[in-house]
């Protein structure tokens, strides 16, 4: 089992950043595919980003492409979402997930609680 816990999310102003970062327990992370989706009220979840399990692959979701950043740290068992030029429109709850397959099928094997991003205008 991996269990994965969310932190970062808070508000911000439009133009702001923010970095979100999941960390993982377990000693199977550096096998699993990670990535980020994000839910908003009254919206489907929303994929953002996914990051292979070796770091070598990354894929953007076309509404944060050129905004933000996703990056991981296997030897502390903990991925990132770095987002800058933040908008109104990316509030949202932002998911962590990880999977054996997460870049091909998108469906994560495991998640996390979620930590709210709200960002001002």
């Known amino acids: 089992q991996v269990q994965l816990v969310e932190s970062g999310g808070g508000l911000v102003q439009a133009g702001g950043s923010l970095r979100l970062s999941c960390l993982a327990s377990?000693?199977?992370?550096?096998?699993?595919?990670m990535g980020w989706f994000r839910q908003a009220p009254g919206k489907e979840r929303e994929f953002v980003s996914v990051?292979?399990?070796?770091?070598?692959?990354?894929y953007y979701g076309d509404s944060v492409k050129g905004r933000f950043t996703i990056s991981r740290d296997n030897a502390k068992n903990t991925v990132y979402l770095q987002m800058n030029s933040l908008k109104p429109e990316d509030t949202a709850v932002y998911y962590c997930?990880?999977?054996?397959?997460?870049?091909?099928?998108?469906?994560?094997?495991?998640w996390g609680q979620g930590t709210q991003v709200t960002v001002s205008s």
């Open positions: 377990g000693r199977t992370f550096s096998t699993l595919d």
């Open positions: 990051i292979s399990w070796s770091g070598t692959y990354t």
């Open positions: 997930a990880g999977g054996l397959r997460l870049i091909a099928d998108r469906k994560g094997d495991y």
